[in-house]
């Protein structure tokens, strides 16, 4: 089988002897994941212009996505669109444990041929304009197996179990009056004929920016981002002037933006992600988690599961970037803050041992001088201290500082006055 680019600026490959022989007819195959967003259906909508241009032997859709976040106008043209299209198209929901569920279901009832390959599923559509669906599909998800017993799927997933026997299982169908030509089949003695495809298969993936946005439209991606971003913007708020974090938070919020206009959105969910957000920032300013730290989880945790309408973020995402805000904001940002912004103090114990100056006669009260300061000074047990001998802090009580020389200390001085037999 050969693989070769149909759109996107991907690069034309192609084997020797398809060079080298006549051109033969190509079937055009497309991968879809994740939820059918804008950017899908441009992509699909192009891929069905260029086969009906090309003149494919049709369009096969790999499929794989839990939903659709289109608005529902935008959807239903969408499956129109595939199942009035001039070229046939078939969708393949695979490979194997592949999904096709909510709207991205309605591709597969409204493509004129579909399959679905071993462990997949179906189900969970609404119901479109163009037709009625099974209860089955409205309650819940099928199998392949029990898909073909609906009628909902032409080939078994023995025909549809990978992308070459399902192109291969296409032979012979019939669309629009015309049966398709996709493979032979030789007869082998004792088991299945082996099939040989006549028709090359032209694989087209998204590009790298339209990849980019769609990756970003996918719920964990969105939340994910927007979660930076605001903890980036209250990081922000501490500093003077932009650096950057404030660059990266910019770029992490407009592409969550992106995100956020394309997925079901809720305001209420936004609106407490802002609100938990303003109650981490107010006790950041303290550095200790007190009455709106409180506020800032609950707020936070409840607009993380209601952010979005009929989609699911996902239980991994969703922990991770709940306890990660949770312990940047009542653990490394305060610190950080701190070690970066906060003005130096001078604490009680830093200035214990400090050595310094005496400015005047301390004897017992005087002033001195410590980290080019003067301070208030009283003599360690009235050891007499004269002007501009040095001295050791040994002591702070309040605004004074307990001194004593640098040399013959408080004991050395009582000694002596002890030997010259001075009262003690």
Known sequence: MVLVALAGGLTVAGSAAAQQGPSRSFVNVVQVSGYLDPVLADFLGDAIDE??????????????????????????????????????????????????LGGAARL??????AGMAPRSLLGLAPEPLFGDVPVALRRGAVGPEQAAELGVVELNQEEAAVLGSF?????????????????TFAPV????????????????????????????????????????????????????????????GAGCGVLAAYGLAVLPTSPVGLALLGLGMFGFAIDIQTGVARFWTGVGVVAYALGSVL??????????????????VV????????????????????????????????????????????????????????????????????GIHGPLLEVEPEEGGAKDYRERRGSAGAPP
Do not use: C
């Not at 952010?307 to 990660?324: E, K, Q």
């Open 51 to 100: 086969s009906e241009r090309g003149g494919a032997e049709a369009l096969v859709i790999q499929l794989d996505s839990p939903g659709s976040v289109l608005p529902l106008a935008e959807l239903d043209a969408l499956v129109f669109r595939v199942s009035h299209a001039r070229v046939p198209i078939a969708v393949w929901v695979g490979e194997s444990g592949a999904r096709a």
């Open 108 to 113: 597969v009832l409204g493509a004129p041929l």
């Open 167 to 183: 192109i291969a299982g296409l032979d012979g169908r019939e669309v629009g009056g015309r049966a398709l030509e996709t493979a």
């Open 189 to 248: 003695e004792g088991g299945p004929p082996r099939a040989e495809l006549t028709v090359d298969a032209r694989l087209a993936k998204l590009d790298l920016v339209p990849r980019l946005m769609h990756t970003v439209a996918s719920p964990p991606v969105a939340y994910l981002l927007l979660s930076a971003a605001l903890v980036l913007v209250v990081f922000e708020l501490f500093t003077a002037g932009v650096g950057v974090a404030g660059l990266v």
């Open 307 to 324: 952010l979005f309408d009929g989609v699911s973020i996902g239980w991994l995402p969703l922990l991770s970037g709940l306890v990660g």
């Open 327 to 394: 312990v940047i904001m009542l653990a490394g940002l305060p610190a950080t803050v701190r070690s970066r912004f906060s003005t130096p103090t001078v604490g009680r114990e830093s200035m214990i041992g400090e050595m310094g100056e005496a400015v005047a006669e301390t004897s017992p009260d005087g002033v001195v001088r410590v980290r080019d300061a003067l301070w208030p000074a009283r003599t360690n047990r009235a050891t007499p201290i004269t002007a501009g001998q040095r001295v050791r802090v040994v």
